[in-house]
Every structure is written in structure tokens, then in C-alpha cells.
């Protein structure tokens, strides 16, 4: 399956994304906070993309970033458009906007990315008024049928947010999303709200819709066991970095960083029958104002070198029972040239 | 009743007055606490799991009462009656902390942001008399960080809760409630010496790992409880059954089939008549939505509110 899917979509290329610091009376920039610090990958088309990591780890960061919604300090995300690549970051303001189009984000807190002052009507038709259709019983018609897509009656169109459960109210943010029919969306810790009975629902939804419309996703997440779940391929950020990147089953079986080992052992597995050892790591995420020299894991991991205390690790793609499974790490790059 | 029993909560039922409206909450509950065991409640939000937390720890807010039902603390063969003791009172104020001590769900807001972690933790020593003076207030709770295994816990004393990471200061909300020994801890989420443990949860994969007990609610009932493996391995209501169901298991691949359980949680002041699960039970029937099913014993320890004993068609199958 793999194989046939290297249509790239997306190609993200050296990506930063700075937060300044400012300090004093003329707030000056003091430091940076490298909540995105130079990643590189490419999202193919009609892929679900799971990206994991700790909180502050910079996922969320990254996929604002690359729907520029967060700017970038530097970096390229070049996407493909049916008339050529072209770099969103360096896009003029009116390119941009007919951009927006293409691509969408469903957010992680359902109470809080709706308006409770507009109806779901007044929500959902502003981005259709944008995209110029300016027909208000066209409007309704297709905002029917999105919220016919996503399992809500069509009654739901009057009534104000408060009316709904978490698990509609984000029913109607994905239905918002795909109402400007979209390529591509980032779904930012989209199910993490919302109680486990309703997890489910949305995310059979989520695939449902994915093979209906042809979409790409972004799957943001902390959450290891939804994410083995939807993905095909599965990114591991830690402090900004991506440290290692394959397709899920892969990852699973052959995992090859210290930090994704580590974050595997530490998630409590549904299965009474699987209670076991776990690697615990030492002290807490590296603040990303200082970021430790060499490699952003060696001062919690249980094989550090010296080499990893100096040498930052590059990426390198190694190829695993014909999958490309992208690792940052000194000792796994050892062990496979040996 | 055993010696190892804690807490015993006998037919509780709480009720929420506003609005004119009265919202029953939990409704008719039985569990219990025993030493040394790890109890997990598991339900969705609006079920009555925090509510319960509560109850036991005389925290409930002021428009809401105990209608019914009995709470036990077995304490140095001591009982004493929880709901029966005023909230405020003197006597309260002593098992909080040091016979129950309980860890909220958020470590950001449940420590006091304009004192430092040493300060509070000390507080809770100095009020319950587990140290004299400050100075030995304040080497306990170094020792007691040092036990959370927090890095440096001499500098980390002196700090504010925002130098604390998220998890630090979960450690150090921990190291407040174990710092006067309490017999009962309840932790809302996320342990040691001989407590009783009640964990309050809806990750599923949490209770997998740690519980002895599970107790499943579901608007107001616990409608399955009983040994951890025997609920997990043969649920035997349908909603436990559906909640297994309906979670994705780390390990299981791209392949396993999530049933989502349809509809919502019922609106609590428009309650189903009868089995509060009804409206959303593929095994439904006419009886169910008459009348709530009592608990019944399904095998040795293992409780189930239902009248269709899935344990038993499950079983020998």
C-alpha cells in the first residue's frame, strides 16, 4: 500500500517555529522558545498521518504552522496544488486565503471553537460565504447534507451550541471543516475532549469520511492507542525534534529511537492481559528556551553516550522490511551500519 | 464486615437541587474499600464517580444533600458515620487529610499559585500534627518530594507551583495527601503503605494496568463492580461490555473493530424510566425501560445491575 502512495502532498522542509521571549521595559527579545525546531517530512496524499509526543512537545505548534496560522520563522511547506508547488509560507495574503481552502483544521476543544452566540447555521455558512456561495437556500441545502455526513439531523441547523454534547459539538467543528471541501486536515487532539463512549463514534467518522471524500489527514495526538488505531504512517516529536518517523505497524515492531521505546513502555494498555514492564524515564522534558546540547533526549536516556552529550544526530532514513523508517538517533544508526 | 474493610458506602443516593430542578446524582450506590486494594470507578463525565469522591470526603457543594444511604469509616475499629458528620465540622476537617486524603484532576490549579510547594505542604503537616515547628515541617516535606522522586527536592521546596512541571506538581499534590499517612487516598486520575486506593478514571487502559477492583457507573448506579479481571475479561452488562468495545487497544493494529455505543448520556432531569442504560442497549426489552434492574450476584464477587445476564449466555457459550 505504500508503495503506490508516493504522491506527495505536502513537503515540509526545515520548518521553525520560534516563540520570542521579550523582557523588559522595551520588550526586547530575551530568548526563544524553539517550540518547532528545524523538521523535515513530506505528507503523501490520502494518508492519515498520526504525529505523538508529550504535551509541549511542539505538535501543535507544527500543524498551525503549517497551515500558517502560527508563523513560521523559517523553513518551507510546499504544497501541491493542481497548478504547481508552491511555498505557503511565502504565499501573498489573497493567494493565501484561496489557499485555506485546500486545507483545514478540526481543534481539540469542542466547548470552545464554536461561537455560543450564532447558531450552527450562522457557524457553519460563513466559511461557504467566503468561498462565494452566495445563495442563502444553496447555503442550506449544502450544510444539510454535511451534517447529514456526520450523523446530525438537519434540525440541528437553528439551534445554538449550548444544545449539543461534546461529542456533537465536534460532529459539527469536523463538519465545519469539510464544508469548503478540503484536500487536507489537521486533526488536533480531535477526540481527546470527549468521553471514551463518544471517542469511538467519531473516530469510525473521521475514516469514514476520510475514504468518501478522498481527504488527507494530520493526526495530532498523545494518545498511542488512537493513533495506532487511525494512522498509516506515525511521526514522534520530542522537544521540537522529530526523532523518529515510519508506517504504524512498523514503528510498533521495530522501534528503533530510545524515546518512542520509552513512550511505549509508559502507556497503559486497555488488556488486563498485557500489564507490563515499563521504562521509565528519568526527570522532565527539557525546557525549550534551552534546549541540551547534542541530542534533545541524552539527559533522560537510559543509553546515553557521550557522543549523544555533544554531536546533535541527523536524520537518517533506513529502509526495514521495504518501509522507510526515519530515525534520529546515534546508536540505532550504529547498529544498522554494523 | 472484614477487618480490611476501610470505607464501606451502604445504598447512597445524592441529590443536586438547582434551579428549582432536583437532580438526582447518584442513586443508590453500595462499595466497598478495602486496605490496601485499588478500587477503579470508571464511567463518562455526568455519572456520579466525582460526586461519589465527594460525598466520601464531605466536599459535596452547598445546594446538594445525602437523601439516603450510609457512609462507614472503620478507623482504629473506630465506625464512623461520614454522612452523618457535619461538613464543616471539627471532626470533618481531622479525616480529611489525615484518615482520607484526596488528588484532584487538574495539578495546575489544585496547588495555591502565590505560595510556594514547601509552604503548602508544610501547612498540611503543621494542621494535622505531624510535625512540631516549622524546621521539622520543612525536612518531612523534603523527604516526602524526595520520596515523589522530584530531582533536587532541597532547591524544588523553595519554589513556586509555576517552576513545577505538570507532572512535578501531580508529584507534589501526591506527597501533600500520603505527608499525614492518610488510610484512604482518592485520586481523580492518576501511589503506597497500606492505603486504600480509590481511583477515579475514565481511561480504561489506567484501570487495566492498575486496578484490583473495578466499579462501572452509569448515570448515578454502579451497574458493574467486581474483581478487575473478571469485569474486563466478562463484562457481563451491556454497557460495560459496549465501553470495551468502543476503545481502540494499544497493539491491536488498524484492524480491530471499534463499536461505538449510539447516542448520548441522557439528559439527567429527563431520566429514562426504568434501566438508565436503556435508550442506547442493544439488548433492550420491555422490562428495561418499566423498571431498574437490582443487583445481582453473577459469580463470587462479581456484581452486575442488568436482566439479561450476558455473563451467563457469554459464558457457556
Known amino acids: ?55 509541549g512537545c511542539g505538535k501543535t505548534t507544527m500543524g498551525k504552522s503549517i497551515l500558517r496560522l502560527i508563523p513560521a520563522h523559517s523553513g ?21 486565503d484561496e489557499a485555506r481552502q485546500k486545507m483545514q483544521i478540526v481543534f481539540q476543544n469542542p466547548y470552545s471553537s464554536l461561537n455560543p452566540a450564532y447558531t450552527i447555521f450562522g457557524t457553519m455558512q460563513e466559511p461557504l460565504i467566503r468561498f462565494g456561495m452566495k445563495n442563502k437556500a444553496q447555503r442550506k441545502e449544502k450544510i444539510a447534507q454535511l451534517l447529514k455526513d456526520v450523523n446530525l439531523p438537519e434540525d440541528c441547523m437553528q439551534r445554538y451550541p449550548n444544545e449539543f454534547s461534546g461529542g456533537q459539538r465536534q460532529r459539527i467543528g469536523i463538519a465545519r471543516a469539510l464544508s469548503v471541501d478540503p484536500e487536507f486536515v489537521i486533526c ?19 475514516k469514514e469520511l476520510k475514504e468518501k471524500k478522498n481527504l488527507t489527514y494530520m493526526f495530532i495526538t498523545h494518545d498511542l492507542s488512537v493513533v495506532e488505531y487511525i494512522s498509516d504512517r506515525i511521526i514522534v ?84 522490511n521495504g518501509h522507510e523508517h526515519m530515525v534520529c538517533c546515534h546508536l540505532a544508526q550504529t547498529t544498522k551500519s554494523e | 464486615m472484614d477487618n480490611n474493610t476501610i470505607i464501606s458506602v451502604r445504598d447512597l443516593h445524592v441529590n443536586f437541587y438547582n434551579n428549582d430542578r432536583c437532580n438526582r446524582v ?104 505531624q510535625a512540631k515547628n516549622k524546621k521539622e515541617a520543612t525536612g518531612k516535606s ?22 513545577f512541571s505538570g507532572g512535578m506538581s501531580q508529584r507534589a499534590m501526591i506527597a501533600m495527601a500520603m505527608s499525614c499517612h492518610p488510610k484512604v487516598l482518592m485520586l481523580e486520575l492518576k501511589n503506597q503503605e497500606g492505603t486504600a486506593i480509590l481511583l477515579i478514571t475514565h481511561d480504561m487502559g ?12 452509569y448515570m448515578g448506579n454502579i451497574i458493574e463492580s467486581g474483581e478487575a479481571r473478571a469485569v474486563m475479561k466478562n463484562p457481563s452488562h451491556p454497557y460495560t461490555k459496549a465501553l470495551l468495545d468502543s476503545i481502540p487497544v494499544l497493539g491491536r493494529g ?39 434492574p437490582e443487583e445481582q450476584i453473577v459469580e463470587p464477587g462479581h456484581m452486575c445491575r442488568c436482566f439479561h445476564n450476558l455473563f451467563k449466555q457469554g459464558g457457556d457459550a
Not at chain 1, 518551507?76 to 493565501?96: C, H, R, T, W
Not at chain 1, 488536533?188 to 473521521?206: F, P
Not at chain 2, 489506567?206 to 457507573?217: F, N, Q, S, T
Open chain 1, 76 to 96: 518551507q511547506v510546499l504544497y501541491n496544488f493542481p497548478d504547481g508547488e508552491k511555498d505557503i509560507l511565502k504565499m501573498e495574503k489573497a493567494e493565501m
Open chain 2, 142 to 163: 523534603i523527604e516526602l518530594l524526595k520520596q515523589m522522586g522530584i530531582p533536587l527536592p532541597e532547591k524544588r521546596v523553595g519554589e513556586y507551583p509555576h517552576q
Open chain 2, 254 to 292: 488498524k484492524d480491530q473493530d471499534l463499536q461505538p455505543i449510539r447516542g448520548s448520556t441522557p439528559d439527567p432531569y429527563n431520566r429514562p424510566k426504568g434501566c438508565q442504560f436503556a435508550p442506547r442497549c442493544d439488548y433492550c426489552t420491555e422490562c428495561c425501560t418499566q423498571q431498574m
Open chain 1, 188 to 206: 488536533d487532539e480531535a477526540v481527546s475532549a470527549l468521553d471514551v463512549s463518544i471517542q469511538a463514534q467519531v473516530l469510525k467518522l473521521l
Open chain 1, 237 to 320: 516529536m520530542y522537544l521540537g525534534h522529530i526523532v523518529e518517523m515510519a508506517p504504524t505497524q512498523e514503528l510498533f515492531e521495530n522501534t528503533l529511537h530510545p524515546y518512542t521505546e520509552a513512550l511505549l513502555s509508559a502507556i497503559p494498555v486497555a488488556d488486563i492481559d498485557q500489564r507490563r514492564k515499563r521504562i521509565p524515564l528519568q526527570g522532565d522534558v527539557p525546557s525549550p528556551v534551552n534546549p541540551p546540547s547534542g541530542c534533545p533526549f541524552h539527559p533522560r536516556c537510559p543509553k546515553c553516550t557521550e557522543r549523544c552529550k555533544t554531536e546533535v544526530p541527523k536524520p537518517v532514513t533506513l529502509i526495514h
Open chain 1, 1 to 55: 500500500m505504500e508503495e503506490k502512495k508516493k504522491d506527495v502532498l505536502i513537503s515540509v522542509r526545515g520548518l521553525k517555529t520560534y516563540y520570542p521571549i521579550r523582557k523588559g521595559v522595551f520588550r526586547r527579545v530575551a530568548g526563544y522558545v524553539r517550540a518547532v525546531d528545524d523538521v523535515s517530512f513530506d505528507v503523501y496524499r490520502g494518508e492519515i498521518l498520526g504525529v505523538v509526543g508529550e504535551s
Open chain 2, 206 to 217: 489506567v484501570v487495566a494496568e492498575l486496578a484490583d477492583e473495578i466499579a462501572v457507573m
Open chain 2, 26 to 129: 447518584i442513586r443508590g450506590v453500595n462499595f466497598d474499600l478495602k486496605k490496601g486494594k485499588i478500587l477503579c470507578v470508571v464511567g463518562e463525565s455526568g455519572c456520579g464517580k466525582s460526586v461519589t469522591a465527594n460525598a466520601i470526603m464531605g466536599l459535596l457543594p452547598d445546594l446538594s444533600r445525602i437523601e439516603q444511604g450510609e457512609i462507614h469509616f472503620y478507623d482504629n475499629d473506630q465506625d464512623i458515620r461520614i454522612d452523618q458528620l457535619p461538613r464543616k465540622g471539627r471532626e470533618m476537617r481531622k479525616i480529611r487529610g489525615e484518615g482520607i486524603a484526596m488528588i484532584f484532576q487538574d495539578p495546575m490549579t489544585s496547588l495555591n499559585p502565590v505560595f510556594t510547594v514547601g509552604y503548602q505542604i508544610n501547612e498540611a503537616l503543621l494542621c494535622h500534627h
